[in-house]
């Protein structure tokens, strides 16, 4: 079964940086992008970053300019550089794969990202 390995999440301070990464394990096929998504408390979940098998990339406008989303085709991982974080970052980052031929999308368990003033 095709499981997504999240880790790097954890505490850090307001303008300090993290590093996410995802690792899809199990046989994984026709990866068509591969993304971020986060969910803080009394939010909807929502976008961060996503990148395509073709290279094109997409930030919530929230975090252009601070993220930086980079993938692996040959490893299947996804990681997502943060930088001068800020509070209103902290919420549960979810790694999302989406597959063609069949489509589906699998997420991670999601990971904690809090980021204290």
């Known amino acids: 079964q095709v499981q997504l390995v999240e880790s790097g999440g954890g505490l850090v301070q307001a303008g300090g940086s993290l590093r996410l990464s995802c690792a899809a394990s199990?046989?994984?096929?026709?990866?068509?992008?591969m993304g971020w998504y986060r969910q803080a408390p009394g939010k909807q979940r929502e976008l961060v970053a996503a990148?395509?098998?073709?290279?094109?990339?997409d930030y919530a406008d929230s975090v252009k300019g601070r993220f930086t989303i980079s993938r692996d085709n040959a490893k299947n991982t996804v990681s997502l550089q943060m930088s001068s974080l800020k509070p209103e970052d902290t919420a549960v980052y979810y790694c999302?794969?989406?597959?063609?031929?069949?489509?589906?999308?699998?997420w991670g368990q999601g990971t904690q990202v809090t980021v204290s003033s």
């Open positions: 999302n794969v989406r597959v063609s031929w069949p489509f589906r999308n699998y």
């Open positions: 199990g046989s994984i096929v026709n990866i068509a992008a």
């Open positions: 990148i395509t098998s073709g290279g094109r990339v």
